[in-house]
């Protein structure tokens, strides 16, 4: 159990387009999904939590107006990249919360902007 | 703030030895938790092992053991009878838990672990 899925596992856009990830936990509900980035060889940072039916909550220094988190329902959040550069390139990493404590990760999604 | 730092970018051991990764955190909080986490070159993050604060006694699993010293915030992995399949990223995590559930994960910046053969 506690699955959780991430779509697309890899996308190359344009610069100044606008990309949408989609994180889903599969066999379990998950009120509460965080967002990590990372960079090559670096470690992951925190840049979000996403909360069912509420707004997200954003890390210092980053920016809610680019990236757009919404928690539509408790099996689902989506990260928007918006107005992407090639500086926003990166692995960006999913979890879900499964009870008060336990993460679980998304296999993540490679993004590439040209 | 949380901050969590691993001191080793890189180490490499035999196939079968015994092998120790080290991390220290800093925090002024008291109801935490403590992970491991292994990154394959699949980048897939999977949970090795974790840690509540407010236990004293050393969490294991299998082959992989905690050494938890609260005072001196340390947390450090030991890998026993090492396998080559143990070869991955290792980071060592801090989550802190509030009242309505814990919050992201703070990460260390990793340990790529080698398993010779």
């Known amino acids: 159990g506690a699955v959780v899925s991430q779509h697309p596992s890899w996308v190359i856009c344009k610069s100044g387009t606008s990309v949408k990830i989609e994180c889903r936990s599969l066999?379990?509900?998950?009120?509460?999904m965080f967002w990590y980035r990372q960079f090559p060889k670096q470690s992951l940072m925190l840049m979000a939590t996403?909360?069912?039916?509420?707004?997200?909550?954003?890390e210092q220094g980053v920016e809610k107006d680019k990236f757009l988190i919404n928690h539509a329902s408790l099996t689902l959040s989506t990260l928007t990249v918006t107005s992407a550069h090639p500086e926003d390139s990166s692995f960006y990493i999913c979890s879900a919360r499964v009870g008060k404590e336990t993460q679980y990760f998304g296999p993540g999604t490679r993004l590439l902007v040209l | 703030a949380q901050t969590v730092t691993q001191s080793q970018p890189e180490m490499s051991v035999q196939e079968a030895e015994t092998v120790t990764l080290s991390c220290t955190y800093d925090?002024?909080?008291?109801?935490?938790?403590l992970f491991w986490y292994k990154q394959p070159p699949s980048r897939q993050m999977i949970l090795v092992i974790r840690?509540?604060?407010?236990?004293?006694q050393n969490a294991t699993e299998n082959r992989f053991s905690v050494n938890f010293q609260k005072a001196a915030k340390s947390f450090s992995l030991k890998i026993s009878d090492s396998q080559l399949g143990d070869t991955a990223m290792y980071f060592c995590?801090?989550?802190?838990?509030?009242?309505?559930?814990?919050?992201?994960?703070?990460f260390g910046k990793g340990t790529h672990l080698i398993i010779q053969p």
């Open positions: 066999d379990f509900q998950a009120t509460t």
């Open positions: 995590a801090f989550m802190l838990f509030s009242g309505g559930g814990a919050d992201g994960l703070t």
């Open positions: 840690q509540e604060a407010y236990k004293q």
């Open positions: 925090t002024s909080e008291s109801n935490y938790y």
């Open positions: 996403s909360n069912e039916g509420s707004k997200a909550t954003y």
